[in-house]
């Protein structure tokens, strides 16, 4: 059994951790106020899922995901031991939907920014392309709509990304480096924000074009 850690308990960890849980995935849940704020959370949830200190569930995590908001990531990930760990930036420059919202962080890639702050870490793009209710729709998919992408430099990384992305019952369409492929679903990027997952020809296609 493979462990998924999540770093924040929002609105992104909620959708997903019960999804992971019931695909076979241990699943530890993790915040800044403690484990014990999280007890009912992990109680409503079927399947192995627990809470622990940041500290405790990256060191446990198989794979990591960033379930924070942009003006968290600082703090949040600070002082933990982020070497050789696979991580998942799920993170947008934004406050919220509207074109107001997004932060301005002086056109540079966010996961470089990203970077920064989880050094030593195996970072891969993902779970972004998308507000948060489509992959909640969607996964697992109904029909063959059903691609997520995924923009990563570590191929080992990236397949252990892809696997989970499986799991969850999708078809995981890997972008490249995270530099190059991580660009196409940032804000404002060719293949982010549609609304509604591509069926695999249509990715292709989109691709493509960009």
Same mark, same amino acid.
């Given at each position: ?6 770093? +924040? ?6 959708? &997903?951790? @019960? ?16 484990? *014990?704020?999280?007890?009912? #959370? ?11 200190? @940041?500290? /405790?569930?990256?060191?446990?995590? *198989? ?10 990531? %600082?703090?949040?990930?600070? +002082? #933990? *031991? ?6 998942? =930036? ?13 932060? *301005? $962080? ?5 996961? =470089? ?6 050094? +030593?870490?195996? &970072?891969?793009?993902? !779970?972004?392309? %998308?507000?948060?209710?489509? !992959? =909640? ?16 430099? =570590?191929? %080992? ?5 892809? +696997?989970?992305?499986? /799991?969850?019952?999708? %078809?995981?369409? /890997? ?19 549609? !609304?509604?997952?591509?069926?695999? @020809?249509?990715?292709?296609?989109? $691709?493509?074009?960009?």
């Amino acid at each position: 059994m493979k462990t998924l850690g999540f770093l +924040g308990a929002g609105r992104l960890a909620q959708m &997903l951790a @019960p999804k992971a849980a019931k695909a076979g995935w241990k699943v530890i849940l993790s915040n800044s106020r403690g484990p *014990d704020t999280l007890a009912g #959370l992990v109680q409503g949830i079927e399947g192995d899922v627990s809470a622990a200190t @940041p500290a /405790d569930m990256v060191r446990q995590a *198989d794979v990591v995901i960033l379930a924070i908001r942009w003006p968290q990531i %600082e703090a949040a990930t600070s +002082g #933990l *031991d982020w070497r050789g760990k696979i991580v998942i =930036d799920a993170t947008n420059n934004r406050l919220g939907p509207k074109p107001e919202d997004v932060i *301005d $962080i002086g056109g540079v890639l966010s996961s =470089d920014v990203v970077a920064g702050h989880v050094p +030593g870490a195996r &970072l891969v793009k993902a !779970f972004n392309h %998308e507000p948060i209710p489509v !992959f =909640d729709q969607s996964l697992p998919p109904q029909g063959d709509a059903n691609v997520l992408f995924l923009a990563g430099s =570590d191929a %080992e990384a990236n397949a252990a990304v892809a +696997g989970l992305l499986r /799991d969850l019952g999708a %078809e995981p369409v /890997d972008l490249g480096p995270i530099d190059q492929g991580g660009k196409l679903i940032a804000i404002g990027g060719p293949l982010a924000n549609r !609304f509604k997952l591509y069926t695999l @020809p249509d990715a292709k296609a989109a $691709i493509a074009t960009t």
